[in-house]
């Protein structure tokens, strides 16, 4: 138990230098990616993990309680939408004065971005408490699912205020580059949502609360987090340190408001728009019959999978990015930014051979209807050549928000997505008599479309008229 014991104390520093990065301006550009990513890796497979067993212990319940929490988890992600966008501000925010070395300046705004976030949180949080009805109305949900999904979504949203700010309190501790206490933080939250969803869903030890419990123990777990993530933050555990006796400085300023809407006002558009134009594609799937939409469900979820890796790539991107952009250093913002893209063009070229070689035989894992099966492999292997193109447009997407432009990616996603995909999905499946294919075609098409004109703009480098002062590209 001793040496057991030894090692654990010897293995924790190395553990924890691994880690933390306190400086993404200077040093390898690869080990600063890679030491940026690993941690959001972990909390990706924690996460990925959680949702599993999220959705066994509520399927212990039955079919009805699934779809509640199907729908009811559609409706939530409707409102934290807005909480990515306010964390992606966080990071472009406050990685700029990181890297500007103004420690004084990013504690104030961290404060003050904090304020907005508690704020906007009971906003959110009233809305969808006073919306919920009509919401899961709207997305489809039946009077049966309703009244399951109704008591879900209400329970996240009256705990919104305590539950909602640790997300962005950890883009506040990343925008740095302390990526460690962040990990932390989330798989804490986690583990915990995991020790207590058996508990209050079935009832052991406590009284059972059905699908409701999962809300609560979700609630729970983030209000926890977000009570660590303030002490953090007070106690000065990081590059930020939040001081009490100074909490009036924390009322957000005016142009800090200004700065912060600007920048989550279209990067929430964005992501809604999305959102909209993802269920219209499953809407234009749908009139091909459930086969159709049975095998782009397969499709879509191996595409994910995939991309999962990437999504934290660009995260990593972001942040990067801006520690540099505020340092002055834009050349190796741009190398920063073109190394990430080349190990997700790496990632998802792997998985994208894999995946076409064993088309077929992946499929076959998730279902049985030969028809399905037909219409998956086609789907695959009609997209994934775009996958490479795709693997540009995710790292590059957060690349261009890391530097504070939000209206590139925003303009890229819409023109591709509602001006490209959409018409193509509904024109070409019967003008060129190939059915179904024809949507497949349309998503390839709008994939090449956002590599090469991410690629075009960021290389042409609009985004820099951002950047105030003379650049330093030593």
């Not at 988890?73 to 909480?83: D, K, P, R, V």
């Not at 809300?215 to 209000?223: T, Y």
């Amino acid at each position: 138990m001793k040496d057991g014991l030894l090692k654990l104390m010897n293995f924790w520093p190395i553990f924890y230098k691994l880690f933390k990065k306190e400086d993404l301006t200077s040093g390898s550009i690869t080990k600063n990616i890679l030491a940026v990513v690993f941690s959001l890796w972990i909390g990706t497979i924690l996460y990925t993990v959680f949702m599993g067993l999220d959705t066994y212990w509520v399927s212990r319940l039955g079919s009805v309680a699934i779809a509640a929490l199907a729908v009811g988890g559609s409706g939530y992600m409707i409102f934290w939408t807005a909480l990515v966008g306010l964390s992606n501000a966080t990071i472009a925010i406050l990685g700029e004065r990181i890297g500007q070395k103004d420690y004084e300046g990013a504690n104030t705004l961290s404060g003050e971005i904090l304020t907005t976030t508690i704020i906007a949180s009971f906003g959110l949080g009233l809305v969808g408490y006073l919306i919920t009805p009509g919401l899961l109305k709207l997305l489809g949900a039946s009077p049966e699912v309703a009244v399951l999904a109704t008591g879900y979504l209400r329970i996240y949203m009256a705990g919104a205020i305590i539950s909602f700010p640790v997300y962005v309190i950890n883009s506040i501790l990343r925008s740095g580059g302390d990526m460690f206490l962040p990990m932390l933080i989330v798989g804490g939250q986690i583990i915990l949502n995991l020790i207590l969803d058996p508990l209050l869903i079935l009832g052991i030890g406590l009284p059972k609360l059905g699908i409701n419990g999962a809300a609560l123990a979700g609630v729970i777990a983030g209000a926890v987090s977000t009570i660590a993530g303030l002490l953090v933050l007070v106690k000065g555990k990081s590059f930020i340190k939040l001081d009490l006796k100074k909490i009036k400085l924390y009322f957000p300023r005016l142009h800090t408001l200004r700065e912060t809407l600007r920048l989550v006002g279209p990067n929430t558009v964005e992501l809604l728009g999305i959102s909209v134009v993802g269920l219209v594609i499953v809407g234009i799937v749908a009139r091909w019959g459930t086969n159709a939409l049975a095998a782009y469900g397969i499709g879509t979820r191996l595409n994910t999978l995939v991309s999962l890796p990437g999504l934290d790539l660009a995260m990593a991107t972001a942040i990067i990015m801006s520690n540099n952009l505020g340092a002055r250093k834009i050349k190796r913002a741009i190398v920063s930014t073109w190394t990430a893209t080349g190990f997700n063009m790496l990632i998802m070229g792997i998985g994208g051979i894999v995946l076409f070689v064993l088309a077929e035989e992946v499929v076959r894992l998730f279902a049985v209807n030969p028809e399905v099966v037909s219409i998956g492999v086609n789907y695959l292997k009609i997209t994934i050549p775009g996958w490479l193109f795709l693997a540009v447009w995710t790292i590059l997407r957060r690349a261009f928000i890391g530097a504070k432009d939000v209206t590139t990616p925003l303009f890229i996603s819409f023109f591709t997505l509602i001006g490209v995909q959409i018409p193509v999905a509904i024109y070409l499946p019967k003008a060129a008599n190939i059915g179904v294919s024809g949507i497949w075609w349309a998503i390839l098409v709008a994939t090449l479309a956002q590599g090469i004109i991410s690629g075009v703009l960021f290389q042409c480098g609009r985004w820099k008229t951002n950047i105030e002062g003379k650049s330093n590209n030593r």
